[in-house]
């Protein structure tokens, strides 16, 4: 049994979820200081998110929130990112869907976690008003 001292964080070593999109990181997607500019990777993950809300929904939906988005590494030109995400909580007409995206280098096979969050989602009718999410079948 491991033990984590109070206060330390324990070290995420696997991603939790299923795999949504996988991408690479390009050139033009660099901020000024030559990292992946964080505000795409958070692009990618709202893609991902709204894939599996619109598929577990079977009807449109729109983003209403990002919670606890934490960058935790940097992403560097040529990286792939993968995305993971898992449905946290299903209420009456919203999607909560955890999200993580990891990052593998070009030349190494290891994997390590860079940005994770909670985006919400809302089931949307043809007028964009709030519609139930079915149960599962």
Do not use: C
């Not at 390009?26 to 990292?35: K, L, V, Y």
């Not at 976690?113 to 709030?130: I, M, Q, S, W, Y």
């Amino acid at each position: 049994m491991s033990h984590v001292a109070e206060g330390a964080e324990q070290v995420q070593t696997a991603p939790v979820g299923d795999v949504t999109i996988r991408v690479i990181a390009m050139p033009e997607n660099t901020n000024p200081a030559g990292d992946i500019f964080g505000g795409w990777i958070i692009s990618q993950m709202d893609l991902a998110a709204g894939s599996v809300a619109t598929q577990r929904a079977r009807a449109k939906t729109v983003t209403i929130a990002m919670d606890a988005v934490s960058f935790h590494a940097p992403v560097a030109v040529g990286d792939e990112l993968t995305v993971y995400t898992s449905i946290g909580k299903i209420g009456r007409t919203s999607l909560t869907i955890n999200i993580e995206a990891w990052a593998r280098p070009r030349r190494d096979p290891g994997l390590r976690l860079v940005t994770k969050g909670r985006f919400v989602f809302v089931a949307v009718d043809e007028n964009n008003k709030p519609t139930p999410v079915p149960e599962q079948v």
